[in-house]
């Protein structure tokens, strides 16, 4: 009989697992190139593709550059700020601030946020912060050029995750090493490569939380395409190569026509000559000797005119119809592309303009939230090694995306709490009022200390009365009055 050694799950992969690592990085890598092609346009990076009609030989290294894939972009996300974490049934959130503040979420946010829109997606993965499991749970942002999610669209949830990086800091590797993480529902594993040319595992960790820690921020999702799509459209990318080539059209024109052509009609052939009979170059010519002519043997002057100089006012033309038509695809105002009129905006053209940017904030704000959320409740489950309670909802805050004025946000808080509909002291007053989440909590504390010192001051005022014999009539007595009278 042949004796046949277990294979340690700890070491190798099984077959099923190599099957789904070898899908996912399939994935992953079919999906890189037109993940970089965005990023390309979004960096100004791009190869504009030259017609061969109007760009001369020795100008095809000329590279012109119109950043409006990144103002479009930065333009949205700048209105996504991530305030704050908070239990929706109101009681105490500070486990949700600790976990945001361990890892820096008010920050990384923008970060993760930015590539969703570039990228159309984003990844939050959550694990344990440690190796020993004691500090805070770890929630990072990573970037789909990296990372990938099998996804089921009947669940809403991911089955399996793959993300290609560089080896951690404590797995002993070589330099510029890769590495595979395999996120599954009830364990994570991580790989390195071996001399065979397969995968390793060099470390387990068995969570068993049922579901796979990774959330998918998806941007533009359709019910047929949940992973997303990015914000660089074909539309934006046309219109981008149109632009940037009508610049090299105008670089090309300035180069060329920016210099008035002259001409001279019966000059001798003297005056583009030197003293000593050498023919002068073109710019000499130009400069110099063209500015005096000699009469000819007939005493006649010679014709000297010129041809009308390049007018670049009709590429402009163009660029802004270009402009306005990026502006529609982005939802932007035409003048955060450069687009100008003789009569500037009222204020409140303005605002009516940036209505529909601030309506495509506000979506962004409820899909991305919800991965927000996700990626909060499971950092909550790893942390206490149970699922939080699904009664209670975890809420995000936001900055308000639109632009009112402050005095319209004050008029209309006033009036509610005129109305009753608010109580002054409440901090959805301070909210509506347009308040961040750090002055909310400063003035919480002011008001804190402005109670603590008047509670202080009745209470000196009391045990004065008292000394000096003078009870009088007095109103009802306070509950400082109470509790003095019981400690005496």
Known sequence: MTAYAPELPLTFLSDDELALINLLRADMLRDRWALQLRDAYFNGEQLVRDLGISIPPQLKGLHTVIGWPRVGVESLEERLDLEAFRWADGSDSTELKEIANSNDLFDESSLAHLDALVYGREYLA???????????????????LDMTLMWDARLRMGTAALRECAADTYIESGPDERMLVLYLPDQTVMCLPNASGGWEVVDRDI?????????????????????????????????????????????????????????????????????EGNALDAWQTYIGRMLGLERDEN?????????????????????????????SQFGLPPHMLGYTTDNPASADAIRSTEAKLVKRSERRIRRFGAAWQDAMRLALWVRDGEPPDKARRIETVWRNPATPTVAAQV?????????????????VTLEMAGFTETQRQRIAADRRRSAGRAGSSALMDRLAALDSG??????????????IDNLR
């Open 470 to 483: 003078d009870a009088g009539r007095s109103p009802e007595p306070s509950e400082a009055d109470v509790g």
């Open 126 to 144: 959550v694990g344990s912060g440690d190796l020993d499991g004691d500090g805070p749970p770890l929630i990072s942002a990573e970037s789909p």
């Open 207 to 275: 969570h068993q939380l049922g579901v796979v820690p990774v959330v998918r921020m998806a941007n533009r999702q359709r019910t047929a395409d949940r992973v997303g799509k990015s914000e660089i459209t074909p539309e934006v990318m046309s219109i981008t190569d149109a632009a940037c080539r009508r610049l090299m059209g105008m670089e090309v024109a300035a180069e060329f026509f920016g210099a008035p052509q002259r001409y001279i009609l019966g000059a001798s052939e003297s005056a583009f000559q030197d003293a």
């Open 299 to 327: 005493g006649d002057i010679p014709t000297v005119g010129q041809f009308p100089a390049h007018d670049p006012s009709g590429m402009t033309k163009i660029i802004d119809l270009y402009a306005r038509i990026m502006s």
């Open 411 to 427: 008029d209309a808080t006033v009036k509610l709490v005129q109305a009753g509909v608010l109580p002054a002291d409440s901090d």
